[in-house]
């Protein structure tokens, strides 16, 4: 039974920091791309940030790139997204993905003052 756990998430001032970890179990990790995805309030999921198989490509929306690291750890078989210098903006409950489309449950991030 494949299974993608998120946490991590929490509520965050202006500025600040959250590391969120996606847990992962029932297929062979190593095997395949992932992916962070988020859907805010009233808006449509979003295309956030992907990591190729070894770890050594990554991929970023604009709006996150230079702010926002994706890595992986093949070993444990955990993905996680570090989230710095966020923004009210980022508010949105954060998604992880593997490339045979499952998904996680989502884990709420709350950037506000």
């Known amino acids: 039974q494949v299974q993608l756990v998120e946490s991590g998430g929490g509520w965050v001032q202006p500025g600040g920091s959250l590391r969120l970890s996606c847990a992962t179990s029932?297929?062979?990790?190593?095997?395949?791309?992932m992916n962070w995805y988020r859907q805010a309030p009233g808006k449509e999921r979003e295309y956030v940030a992907g990591?190729?198989?070894?770890?050594?490509?990554?991929n970023y929306a604009d709006s996150v790139k230079g702010r926002f690291t994706i890595s992986r750890d093949n070993a444990k078989n955990t993905l996680f997204l570090q989230m710095n210098s966020l923004k009210p903006e980022d508010t949105a409950v954060y998604y992880c993905?593997?490339?045979?489309?499952?998904w996680g449950q989502g884990t709420q991030v709350t950037v506000s003052a």
């Open positions: 993905k593997n490339a045979a489309n499952y």
């Open positions: 990591i190729s198989l070894a770890g050594d490509r990554t």
């Open positions: 029932g297929f062979t990790f190593s095997n395949y791309g």
